[in-house]
Nanobody, 113 residues
Framework: QVELVESGGGSVQPGGSLRLSCVASGSDFSKYNMDWYRQSPGKQREWVAI???????KYAASVEGRFTISRDNAKNTMYLQMNSLKPEDTAVYYC???????WGQGTQVTVSS
């Protein structure tokens, strides 16, 4: 049974930074593309970024240039470095393995002065 566990969320002022982590249990992490999603109160869950097995990345326009997705296959871990955070980035952030539609439980990010 593979599980995804996010961590690293918290409260930060506008302009600040956070780094989220997503640890996958089990093996074969390197064989899968991985995504970050987020969901703000009253809104639908939205896609944030993807990293492929080969390390290629793509971002939603709203985070391009501010967020960086990366992975460390030796640690079965994916990261989301978030810089220049804005109040509209406030959301629960989820990692997802598209293969098998596997989701983590989410980690809260709050950006507020």
């Amino acid at each position: 049974q593979v599980e995804l566990v996010e961590s690293g969320g918290g409260s930060v002022q506008p302009g600040g930074s956070l780094r989220l982590s997503c640890v996958a249990s089990g093996s074969d992490f390197s064989k899968y593309n991985m995504d970050w999603y987020r969901q703000s109160p009253g809104k639908q869950r939205e896609w944030v970024a993807i990293i492929t097995t080969g390390g290629s990345t793509k971002y939603a326009a709203s985070v391009e240039g501010r967020f960086t997705i990366s992975r460390d296959n030796a640690k079965n871990t994916m990261y989301l470095q978030m810089n220049s955070l804005k109040p509209e980035d406030t959301a629960v952030y989820y990692c997802k393995r598209p293969a098998g539609a596997l989701w983590g439980q989410g980690t809260q990010v709050t950006v507020s002065s």
